[in-house]
């Protein structure tokens, strides 16, 4: 018997209109990732939860992000963090409930923060009903027609359908114990086994889909960051791959289960749903695609709102390299009418803060900390260039406290399913997910009154927001500071194109209306022409009189209005 929800609360139409005062406000709009299970603890069980997320909305209104972007927190057995739905229409009590979600969707919009929720329709949980019941009733059952159920290959089907590969390492293929105790047929699941992929092809997998979305709009929602926006559609036929260690294909080329261009029939019947409703409600894509121009092709002006540009994400701090993926973004996005999204880390990669302190070519699963003073020093840089382009930008929490990846986490604490594995990713993600600190002190350094999921290490203390907020010079000042110059100054985000001006090697230089931005990725001071006051600069202050030195590893913003 399927479970029986609890109607969704009315949707709150006087609230959500006072964050809709402002016409496209996603095409330049900061946008702040909250990854619930680290954010805020508010029941003292250690582990975050919708109630302690509800009570630190203050902080990200005075942060100056414009919307709240919350990884899932439905119904889930929790194989992995919650990519592993069970009901989509239900909130996993780990977290709270409902009335949780709707009470935190009214105050953000009466803070005026918008909130977008994570979708997951690529695959369920193996606990979700459909799958259940897949399972108890046998072969032949219909319910298995919504997943990819195969026989296998051999002489006793003891051999997977075909050579495909988990994104977690081993085949994506997982055989099922039927019923009467009989080996039988395989299951496709491109993550862990406990997350079989659905079958796009069947009616009733989007049937059920636009009713999910319906649920959530209705609940008050300003959009939804669609994951695995690339996988809902496999090839015919689901035909072999004919390569080993697939991983290292991924993102370089068209593969038979991701960015098929079936999927794009899909988001255009989802687009017509979201304009029925009011307030600019927004789709975000994660989509990993092999070129910029391909991820254009989710962000036509039918279909999805934003892409994450993770080709820009994975980019090194390097001048030259950076120009290049800015141009090929800007050029990519400009014929579609999308704006181009810029992001430095999410809760998959290690924080960029310990990315930037090692040698370049280390990819973005990196396990050694490295020099923890320069990594910082580039990350602020590189927040300054980002929040400088046009389009829309993205904050990993934490972010803004300079923190980095926890590289040293004991083994027997970890919780990342890529881990457990073997093969695949390197299954370090626990690093950048290790809960956030807001005081000093405490048995969590304010995560909450019960301690935390993950072992939070002890210099985070003079990490903490209490501990920066204030403290001249600090990364959170200077993302606050940051974030009010971003909207005080119309000419940063908007548009869709910067005009480069000459700079050595090394630099980034480029003006958008009255101002400049130069970025120094050397390891040396270089001294530029003064473009006129300055705004902001990540490091060390500069002067600007005719001329202007600015720092290595350093980001100088410059106006010429008064």
Known sequence: MSQQHPAAPAPHTTAAAAVADRRDWWRDAVIYQVYPRSFADGDGDGMGDLAGI???LPYLRDLGVDAVWLSPFYASPQADAGYDVADYRAVDPMFGNLLDADALIRDAHELGLRIIVDLVPNHSS????????????????????????????????????????SIFGGPAWTRVTEPDGRLGDWYLHLFAPEQPDFNWEHPAVGDEFRSILRFWLDMGVDGFRIDVAHGLVKAAGLPDLGAHDQLKLLGNDVMPFFDQDGVHAIYRQWRTILDEYSGERIFV???????????????????????????????????????????????????????????LSNHDVTRHATRFANPPGLGTQIRTAGDRELGLRRARAATLLMLALPGSAYVYQGEELGLPDVVDLPDEVRQDPAYFRGAGQDGFRDGCRVPIPWTRTGPSYGFGDGGSWLPQPAEWAE????????????????????????????????????????????????????????????????????????????GEPVAADGEATVPADTTVWFTTRH
């Not at 027609?145 to 006793?156: I, S, V």
């Not at 994400?313 to 990519?332: G, M, Q, Y």
């Not at 050397?522 to 022409?529: D, H, L, N, Q, W």
Request: aromatic share 10%; hydrophobic share 40%.
């Open 126 to 165: 193996d606990q979700h009903e459909w799958f259940k019941r897949a399972l108890a009733e046998g072969p032949g059952s219909p319910l298995r027609d919504r997943y990819h159920f195969r026989p296998g290959k051999g002489k006793n089907g003891e051999l997977p359908p075909n050579d495909w590969e």
């Open 54 to 56: 509800r009570a630190r």
């Open 463 to 538: 990490l903490s927001v209490q501990a920066q907020t204030g403290a001249a010079g600090s990364t959170l000042e200077l993302y606050r500071a940051a974030l009010a110059t971003r909207r005080e100054h119309p000419a940063l985000g908007a548009g869709d194109a910067v005009e480069w001006l000459p700079a050595p090697d090394g630099l980034l230089a480029f003006r958008r209306g009255t101002f400049v931005c130069v970025a120094n990725t050397t390891g040396e001071a270089v001294t530029v022409p003064a473009y006129g006051r300055v705004l902001l600069v990540s």
């Open 285 to 343: 894509a994660e989509a990993w695609t092999p070129t910029v121009e391909r991820t254009a092709n989710y962000v036509r002006p039918d279909e999805l709102h934003q892409a994450f540009n993770f080709q820009y994400l994975s980019t090194e701090w390097d001048a030259k390299e950076l120009r290049t993926v800015i141009d090929r973004t800007l050029e990519a996005m400009r014929p579609v009418g999308a704006p181009a999204t810029w992001v």
